[in-house]
């Protein structure tokens, strides 16, 4: 995958202190309390290729992401699976993905020092690596194939911009840069996010008015990022690749 485009080999939730008030209204003492979870459909050319379920569950300690991906597209069938643990101030505790068919592999990302390592178990007969990245414990991941992280994302940025209430009237959504790493390309890179207001969608047939978001990568690609009022991720456009993502 180069950058913002699919690949079909095949959060910032735990910022709790900056986090959208009407999420963390969801929050309970002692426990961890999901804070969204559900299903996204895979279209290409208009045409299901797979699916991602996923959900978001904050704690006192640490909030976790989790997500399986299966593509049934044609020939190709493929199961993955992700685990995102972000501590309370947003710092990375540890990230997983795993190919769990057809063939079993495995990508583990902790902190150590001031790096990032990169654990790589390719299964098989391939020798394990490690990868270390100078990068901040901070780091977003935004991993190949996973759409969840992109509404972490963008949660991060309202974060920044606005602070815990980002539907504040005169709150400025500017255009931010963000350092991701994508354990699954093994690299880092820069993105950018950009608030393009209000637009009318259509999903399932029904018109709704929702907040569009610009993510764009390094290599000119863009993604078309739709939220609700509540900041739940609705829907994703991919032109270069004829593709769209939208919630069951």
Not at 51 to 71: C, D, P, W, Y
Not at 155 to 178: H, I, N, Q, V
Not at 197 to 217: A, P, S, T
């Amino acid at each position: 995958m180069k950058s913002g485009r699919l690949r079909w080999v095949v959060l910032l939730m735990a910022v709790a202190v900056a986090l959208p008030a009407s999420l963390l209204a969801h929050k309970e003492e002692g426990g961890g309390k999901t804070v969204d979870s559900g299903t996204f459909g895979i279209f290409i050319n208009g045409k299901r290729v797979g699916s991602e379920s996923f959900r978001i569950e904050q704690g006192k300690e640490k909030s976790v992401a989790t997500a399986e991906l299966k593509v049934e597209g044609g020939d190709q069938r493929a199961t993955q699976t992700t685990q995102l643990e972000l501590a309370a101030n947003g710092d990375l505790l540890r990230y997983e993905w795993q190919s769990v068919s057809p063939e079993k592999s495995q990508v583990v990302v902790e902190p150590s020092n001031e790096f990032l390592i990169e654990h790589v178990m390719p299964g098989g007969n391939e020798k394990p690596l490690d990868i270390p990245f100078l990068l901040p414990h901070s780091t977003m991941v935004l991993d190949d194939n996973s759409f969840i992280q992109r509404e972490i994302l963008v949660w991060r940025y309202l974060a920044a911009a606005c602070g815990p209430t980002p539907s504040e009237k005169g709150c400025a959504m500017p255009k931010t840069d963000f350092g991701v790493l994508v354990p699954r390309q093994h690299m880092s890179m820069k993105v950018t996010l950009e608030y393009k207001g209000k637009e009318k969608v259509q999903i399932r047939g029904n018109q709704m008015e929702l907040d569009h978001f610009d993510l764009h990568y390094e290599d000119g690609t863009s993604w078309a990022l739709f939220l609700d009022s509540n900041y739940k991720l609705l829907r994703i456009v991919i032109d270069a690749d004829k593709a769209e993502v939208v919630r069951d």
